[in-house]
């Protein structure tokens, strides 16, 4: 095996090893560029009611609205529109 060979083998070896290394902890190293975290958006259930065997009344909160969703039926449902979480925090207390 001459120097050429060992060369390309060695950095075959090298690629394939970046490559797994990427694909584990790609997504990870991406997010860390991405900038800013707040615009990828946060998507979080508040809150859950069970009203039969397969209908859920949701309230999520996605990049600072809220919404209520009606899900497990034949078509899922936005119930009410957005709404800011501040207004409805006011109404809270």
Do not use: C
Not at 1 to 30: C, E, P, Q
Not at 38 to 44: C, E, H, K, M, V
Not at 52 to 80: A, H, K, M
């Amino acid at each position: 095996m001459g120097f050429y060979d060992t060369l390309s083998v060695t950095l075959a070896l090298i690629a394939v090893l970046a490559m797994i290394l990427l694909s584990r902890n790609g997504w990870k190293i991406a997010a860390r560029f991405s900038g800013n975290r707040r615009s990828a958006g946060t998507l979080s259930v508040e809150s859950s009611l069970v009203l039969d065997t397969r209908r859920r009344l949701n309230v999520v909160t996605w990049e600072g609205q809220r919404f209520l969703l009606l899900t497990g039926g034949p078509n899922d449902l936005v119930v009410s529109g957005t709404y800011p979480l501040s207004s409805m925090e006011e109404h809270e207390t």
